[in-house]
């Protein structure tokens, strides 16, 4: 692959970032190395200042991960706003004085995640975000467009984007490494929720290992879907 492969890709959000012209945008990133293109393409389209980044800072993200954004961030010239939760992680405990996450790992995230990125929402009219079809069967049904919370919407460039293009644009456009990738892990969450599993064909699986759960709520509380 070149770079004339990926031009059709960037021409697309190109095209829907000037369609949108004087729409508030933000950007949501995990800053795992997948993540990456994204945030260099909209680098790239947006002018200095017009769009900024946002990651849930739960408090229980790999230091390596917090780094790395920084890192990121300047390098693309691109605002970073690392949204804390209100609760503090004293109140984050459970009759037993275990933190959330090992008993209720869905109410730890509506704390830790949801809630700090519902309070942006109303303030912004379309939220970027890069799922991916080719993560899993719930983001393959996803539509390039869904409605969010206080008037928002969500808009998926990435969703047709496969493992093999991300690989293929950071190569082209010499783009970093999450660091941790190189120790073997497929998907980098929170700490406590993320497994380093070298052999699995699919990289969700390393997240809320052993649990019947696959995503936080920012993809699925976060998406209004009309009632049938
Ligand atoms: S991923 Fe785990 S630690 Fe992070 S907010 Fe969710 S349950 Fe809590």
Redesign the pocket.
């Known amino acids: 692959m070149d770079i004339a492969d990926f031009q059709p890709k960037i021409d697309s959000i190109k095209a829907y970032v000037a369609q949108h012209k004087g729409k508030r945008f933000f950007v949501t990133s995990s800053f795992q190395t997948h993540s990456l293109p994204l945030l260099h393409i909209l680098s790239e389209i947006f002018e200095p200042g017009d769009i900024s980044v946002f990651m849930?800072n739960?408090?229980?993200?790999f230091p390596e991960t917090l780094e790395f954004a920084d890192e990121i961030c300047a390098r693309f010239k691109l605002p970073l706003v690392k949204l804390n939760p209100d609760q503090p992680k004293i109140l984050q405990k459970d009759q037993q004085g275990n933190?959330?996450?090992a008993s209720?790992?869905?109410?730890?995230?509506t704390?830790?995640?949801t809630q700090p990125l519902n309070k942006v929402l109303g303030s912004h009219d379309i939220w970027i975000n890069g799922v991916r079809a080719d993560q899993s069967s719930f983001r393959k049904n996803l539509n390039v467009e869904e409605r969010s919370k206080f008037g928002c919407t969500r808009y998926h460039p990435m969703l047709d984007w496969t493992s093999r293009d991300i690989y293929y644009y950071r190569e082209l456009h010499n783009i970093p490494e999450h660091p941790l990738d190189k120790e073997g892990y497929q998907s980098i969450?929170?700490?406590?929720?993320?497994t380093c599993i070298k052999y699995s064909g699919n990289e969700r699986d390393a997240?809320?290992f052993g649990l019947n759960?696959t995503e936080?709520?920012i993809n699925t509380d976060l998406i209004v879907k009309e009632s049938a």
């Open positions: 849930t739960t408090g229980f993200l933190f959330l996450y209720d790992p869905d109410l730890c995230c704390i830790n995640k969450g929170c700490e406590p929720c993320t997240r809320w759960k936080c709520g």
